[in-house]
C-alpha cells in the first residue's frame, strides 16, 4: 500500500510526560514519536517501567491524576457517525468528560493484561458486554443482548447464552481474556490496544488469544497496538515495531527490519534474551545492570552504563535518531559516520541467520 493510501489514525508527536511523587518529578516519557495508520499493527517493545503502557495511557486519556504533561501532540482521525465527516482531535486537548463520551471504549478500546482487574467481580458478564453499547449508543437492552451473544460466540467463547449469566470468577483466565476482548470490541472501536494481553496465560492459551486478535483484526480492518515485553509475541503480529528504554524509543522499523537488521545495542539484548532452542550456550542471555532511575536524569544516553559498546559521547549527549532506511531509524551514536564500526555480537548474528533460515521455510 502506497503512502499515499494508508491512512493515518494516530499520530503522536513529542510526548514528554512527568508524574508528580513524594520523592519528586519522574521524568518517564522523553520525547516519543508514534505514527499508526488504518488496518495496520505497531508494536511498542521494552522491558517493564520503560514507558510503554504511560504512552497508550496518554493516547486514551486516562493519565493518573499526579501526571503532569509537558509538551506534545496526540492527534486521533476518525469518522463521524451521523455524516460519516472526517475529523482529527488532539486527544491532550480535550477534557476527561469528552473523552469518556467519545473515546474511551467508542473509539480508542483497550485490552488490559489482567482481566480479572478489568472486570466487575459482582456482575455478569452479559450485562458488562452490554453496557458500553447502551452508555454509548442508547441500544435497546434486547438488541445490546442478542449482540453480546454474538461478541461472545465471535471472540470463541462456547455456549455464549449460558456464559451471559455467568460471573468472572466462574470462568478460566483464558476466557475471561476472551471476554475482555469482548467488551473492548463491543462499541467497534477503530483502534484496539493491547497491554501485554497474554502476560497471565499459559502458552496453549496464549498462542490462541494472539490468533482470535489477529482474525478480529483483519475481519474488522481496525488498527492495533500492542504493548510487550516478549519479542516472541510481536514476531507474531506486528507490521512496525517501536523499541522503547527509559522513556523513549530507541530503534522504530518494520519487524523485518528490528529482527534482522536490528542497529540500536539494546535491541540487540533483547533479541538476545529471547529464548532459543537450537543455540549450543546452555545459559539465557540477560542484559546487565538494570534500567535507570528516571527521577534523577543523568546527562547522556540512558542505556550508557549498560552498554558494552557505549562510546565517550554516550555519558555527555543524547543520541539523535539515525536515519537507516525510510522506515527504520535508531538513536545511538555507534551510528555516527565518526564512530568506531561496531557488529553485532556473534551469536546474535547466527541466531539471525537461523531465523532467516526458518522464517524461508514457512514462506515456502
Known sequence: ??????????????????FRTTAGLVHAIRGVDIDLYKGETVAIVGESGSGK?????????????????????????????????????????????????????????????????????????????MEAMIWHY?????????????????????EPEKRMKNYPHQLSGGMRQRIVIAIALACDPDLLICDEPTTALDVTIQARIIELIRKIQLERGISVIYITHDLGVVAKVADYVNVMYAGKIVEKGTIDEIYYDPRHPYT????SAMPDLDTDDDRLYTIPGSPPNLLHEKPGDAFAPRNRYALVVDDKAQPPMFKITDT???????????????EMPIELKTRIERMKKEAGKYAE
Open 268 to 271: 540487540w539484548g533483547l533479541l
Open 1 to 18: 500500500m502506497s503512502e499515499k493510501e494508508r491512512k493515518k489514525i494516530l499520530q503522536i508527536k513529542n510526548l514528554d510526560i512527568s
Open 328 to 342: 527504520h531509524y535508531a538513536a545511538t551514536w555507534l551510528l555516527d559516520p565518526r564512530a568506531p564500526k561496531v
Open 138 to 158: 442508547g441500544t435497546p437492552k434486547q438488541e445490546a443482548w442478542d449482540k453480546s451473544v454474538e461478541l461472545l460466540r465471535e471472540v470463541g467463547i462456547e
Open 53 to 129: 503502557s504511560v504512552t497508550m495511557k496518554a493516547a486514551m486519556g486516562i493519565l493518573a491524576s499526579n501526571a503532569v504533561v509537558n509538551s506534545g501532540t496526540i492527534n486521533f482521525s476518525y469518522t463521524h457517525l451521523k455524516d460519516g465527516s472526517p475529523d482529527t482531535v488532539d486527544i491532550l486537548k480535550q477534557n476527561k468528560k469528552w473523552i469518556r463520551e467519545h473515546i474511551n471504549g467508542r473509539r480508542i478500546a483497550m485490552v488490559f493484561q489482567d482481566p480479572m482487574t478489568s472486570l466487575d467481580p459482582t456482575m455478569q458478564i452479559g450485562k458488562q458486554v
